[in-house]
């Protein structure tokens, strides 16, 4: 006799929204779009093989696109195992306030749901932004999914404006300067391995400083980014 | 970018000479090749620079000299020195491709019976007891570095690159989830007292699909962050069944497994589960130790029978309602010994375990078998080597030599040469 299987259904888990936010204005256009598209597709098999290997996560994905206003690429969160990168054209300015308008309206609950792990934002950019974006980053970062969201960014090439950056992130060490093509794709790739290290963080004994060189050590640097509250 | 390429060939401290073969993973400390020595396959773990530091090194060549624990572990064999010296690798036995994460028995992609689950189970508790009779801890007893063949229940450990002496100073400090609260709240570095509260939490989620402190407390809050995992995990742990606090009881339809499998479980599970997460949590004195584990967990293995539907039961001493169809089952005759127990059904094996008390659950020493000349009659064929003793309730003993059979009956015994079994 076939034996039954046994009850129950698989651990529970909490969705982890991971969102791409790419400057597509004219500056990057050529090899700076053609590599971010190039990079973050190269992500998508690595992040679907540490999904399968993470039970507490359920990962979903979606990328949000700006340059003369700002649009959802991807338009509901996607499954990791849905999710296929949809290459980016570059064309106007950088209207960064309207992107991060979309994103406030994503991380209002709803439609974002009561309970996740923090969500992973990772904005890319090359240059500064041609709209209003300070009061825009302010709802954004006063929402409380907004402000335990892990926010990372990609300051790509020397005419990125930092300091623009480093208010999105609120954490000087979650800005990359990526000066080179080199360092953009291993950048991206460092970004997209914060979904896994958000849902079950490792703790070393000893926290490596960043490492100049290549990308810093991916958990001391998001485990001081966390807030001491619960939520 | 792989810091090693295929072909290339590095030579061992012991002379061993490894291909490059292929690129298995990376981990935050290294990544794993498969590699070849006279076409001999294994992995090999490449530190990085950072990570390679002189302790690691000592580390490792001092596993090597102690020898792997039990065959559960993937247990560093070799070192291999980069021909610069900025970093080095160690070598172990490959895994073979059968063996699935922890993550897809969580994920129900690799689905083990009952049998198999428990033997899994017996076999990582003895694994750690044995790392731990060599005077180490593990420090980091979680999902990620186990694997399991779900046919049969095989398991092993690998990253044992971590395990060492209370005296070196730890390289890990665990998985959230995983680690003692004492470890989360910072007093606390990874001993073999943090291994047994992390093997009881591991041993809750492989036997209930669900995390043994994710109840009401985990419910209500919004964000699962660093913060909230050291309140849940930490600061205020609370056991989701405490019989002294409700208020972190599971909630139905977000820790529905807790909820199914709870009663699944015979009393003696639930007994130690309940001291592990209560009295343990912050008193890692009374902890569940690895002889009870194994105890309740042969037991349990060797409890289960098998309903007309098809699901496999725990039965204890009254009548197993089943799961599944509600049926309510006969309880067999067992054999019972000191403190284990195995049920007598059609086709059970006695092991070495049952009659030399020895933790050795896969050595068959005898057999449930019919009478053939009257298949009304069950009894113990003796697979042994030794001769058994049948002793009726008057006293009268008869020699069970083997291939020879002793008649199952309330109120007998068998005595084994270690240990003298009652059926009951």
């Excluded at chain 1, 996560?57 to 296929?84: E, N």
């Excluded at chain 2, 072909?7 to 490894?18: F, L, P």
Aim: hydrophobic residues 40%; proline residues 7%.
């Amino acid at each position: 006799m076939a034996e039954l299987k046994r009850p129950g259904g698989e651990l529970s888990n909490r969705p982890l929204h991971f969102i791409w936010v790419v400057d597509c204005s004219g500056s990057m256009l050529g090899e700076k779009i053609g590599t971010v598209n190039h990079a973050i597709q190269n992500t998508i098999p690595e992040m679907l093989d540490a999904a399968n290997n993470n039970p507490y996560a359920k990962l979903l994905v979606r990328t949000l696109k700006f340059s003369t206003g700002a649009k959802w690429v991807t338009d509901k969160p996607t499954d990791i195992d849905d999710f296929s990168w949809s290459d980016l054209d570059a064309e106007g300015v950088t209207d960064l306030g309207a992107a991060l308008e979309l994103l406030s309206g994503e991380l209002t609950i709803p439609p974002m749901s009561d309970r996740a792990l923090p969500p992973v934002i990772v904005l890319l950019s090359d240059g500064m932004p041609t709209d209003d974006y300070k009061s825009a980053l302010a709802k954004l970062l006063s929402l409380p999914w907004g402000k335990k969201a892990v926010k990372i960014a990609i300051a790509i090439g020397r005419d990125a404006d930092t300091d623009v950056l480093r208010e999105f992130t609120c954490d000087k060490q979650l800005v990359l300067e990526a000066k080179n093509r080199e360092m953009l794709v291993k950048m991206i790739k460092w970004a997209s391995t914060a979904a896994s290290v958000v849902s079950a963080p490792v703790l070393n004994a000893e926290n490596s400083a960043p490492d100049a060189e290549s990308v810093p050590s991916i958990t001391p640097v998001l485990g001081l980014s966390s807030e001491g509250d619960v939520w | 970018m792989d810091s090693l390429k295929q072909g290339e060939v590095y030579g061992s401290e012991s002379g061993g000479r490894y291909e490059v073969v292929s690129k298995l993973g990376a981990g935050g400390q290294g990544e794993v090749y498969e590699v070849s020595d006279n076409g001999a396959r294994y992995a090999l773990k490449w530190y990085f620079k950072r990570s390679a530091t002189p302790r690691q090194k000592d580390i490792i060549e001092n596993l090597i000299r102690i020898g792997a624990p039990d065959s559960t572990f993937l247990w560093p064999q070799d070192v291999i020195v980069d021909t610069d010296g900025d970093t080095f690798g160690y070598v172990m036995p490959l895994r073979p491709p059968h063996f699935r994460g922890i993550a897809d028995l969580m994920k129900r992609r690799a689905e083990p019976t009952f049998r198999a689950l428990c033997r899994a189970a017996f076999s990582l508790t003895r694994g750690y007891e044995k790392l731990h009779e060599a005077g180490l801890a593990y420090g980091d007893i979680s999902f990620g570095n186990l694997f399991l063949d779900p046919d049969n229940g095989d398991v092993l450990i690998c990253d044992n690159d971590n395990a060492a002496s209370a005296d070196v100073a730890p390289t890990v400090y665990g998985t959230p989830r995983f680690m003692a609260p004492e470890i989360v709240t910072g007093v606390a570095k990874p001993s073999r007292n943090t291994d047994l509260f992390s093997l009881s939490v591991l041993l809750f989620n492989m036997l209930m699909l669900h995390h043994p402190l994710e109840g009401e407390l985990e419910k209500n809050i919004k964000c699962l962050d660093v913060p909230a995992m050291n309140r849940l995990y930490g600061t205020n742990p609370v056991f989701i069944y405490d019989p002294d606090n409700a208020a972190n009881r599971p909630v139905a339809g977000e820790h529905d497994n807790a909820i199914v499998y709870w009663g699944v479980y015979p009393p003696r599970i639930r007994e130690l589960f309940t001291r592990a997460f209560t009295a343990g949590l912050d008193c890692p004195a009374k902890r569940v130790t690895e002889t009870e584990w194994k105890n309740a967990l042969a037991n349990l293995m060797f409890s289960i029978v098998v309903c007309d539907c098809g699901a496999e039961l725990f039965c204890g001493d009254n009548p197993p309602t089943c799961w599944s169809c509600g049926r309510v089952l006969a309880v067999p005759v067992s054999l019972v010994s000191g403190r284990s127990r195995v049920l007598l059904q059609s086709g059970a094996v006695i092991t070495s375990h049952h009659a030399n008390g020895d933790y050795d659950i896969d050595t068959v020493v005898g057999t449930v078998v019919q009478n053939p000349a009257n298949p009304a009659l069950w009894g113990i064929r003796n697979d042994s080597r030794t001769d058994w003793t049948y002793i009726k309730p008057d006293g009268t003993q008869l020699s069970v030599p083997p291939g020879k059979s002793a008649g199952i009956a309330k109120g007998f015994q068998v005595d084994f040469g270690e240990l003298v079994s009652k059926f009951i």
